[in-house]
């Protein structure tokens, strides 16, 4: 089925190590996005890549990375993870026409760092 | 800046029950709203979208959301509430960078 796949599904890590979030879509999209869920506090944009080879900060961008590799693929980066980076962690794509049809998300990233 | 705010982070109802989860934007532009859901375990799913056509809109699962300029709100409601109702659901606003801004959230019990 068409759709954003995002792997792994679950990871805990220990604070200080690395880790990389992979995230590709087969919609043919433009545009990709990475964002937390927080309880209480929505979802916040990391950071998104408007075009293949360009990419920008979001909201709340400190402590990652990401590598926008191909149209297909948006990557997100841990390079020291820390426990206030426990989160639920979702990538979105939209096409041309997103203000008038919104993302397509992935089923998410659950995240524990301890 | 385009904003939204949702009143209520858990609301409760009875099945069968009207539902209604509240939403009001921000915008010094026409804005383009939508609402999400989100289902234990599960990632965001659009379940409808306001982009000046209609006021009314109505989107999957019986939802629908009214357009009000004069209250800035789009809130979203169902007549009868199902057991399978129970998720979160987020409001959104497309903002002028073309970036989508959530909502805190709301989640909605289903009590048999």
């Known amino acids: ?114 | 800046a385009q904003s939204v705010t949702q009143l209520g982070s858990h609301v409760s109802v009875s099945e069968g029950a009207l539902v209604l989860l509240r939403c009001n934007y921000s915008s010094s532009v026409p804005p383009y709203l939508f609402w999400y859901v989100q289902y234990p375990n599960q990632g965001l799913q659009l379940l409808l979208k306001y982009t000046s056509a209609a006021t009314l809109v109505k989107g999957i699962n019986g939802f629908e959301a009214e357009f009000k300029k004069s209250e800035t709100s789009f809130h979203l409601t169902k007549p009868s509430a199902h057991m399978s109702d129970a998720a979160e659901y987020f409001c959104a606003v497309y903002n002028q960078g073309g970036k989508l801004i959530f909502g805190q959230g709301t989640e909605l019990s289903v009590k048999p």
């Not at chain 1, 604070?15 to 919609?27: E, H, I, P, R």
């Not at chain 1, 400190?62 to 590598?67: A, E, I, L, R, T």
């Not at chain 1, 919104?102 to 995240?111: E, I, K």
Request: proline residues 4%; contains cysteine.
């Open chain 1, 1 to 114: 089925n068409a759709g954003v796949t995002q792997t792994p599904k679950f990871q805990v890590l220990k604070t200080g190590q690395s880790m990389t979030l992979q995230c590709a879509q087969d919609m043919n999209h433009n545009s990709m996005y990475w964002y937390r869920q927080d309880p209480g506090m929505g979802l916040r944009l990391i950071y998104y890549s408007a075009s293949e080879g360009t990419t920008d900060k979001g909201e709340v961008p400190n402590g990652y990375n990401v590598s926008r590799l191909n149209k297909r693929e948006f990557s997100l980066r841990l390079e020291s993870a820390a426990p206030s980076q426990t989160s639920v962690y979702f990538c979105a794509s939209s096409g041309q026409f997103s203000s008038n049809y919104g993302y397509t998300f992935g089923s998410g990233t659950r995240l524990t760092v301890v």
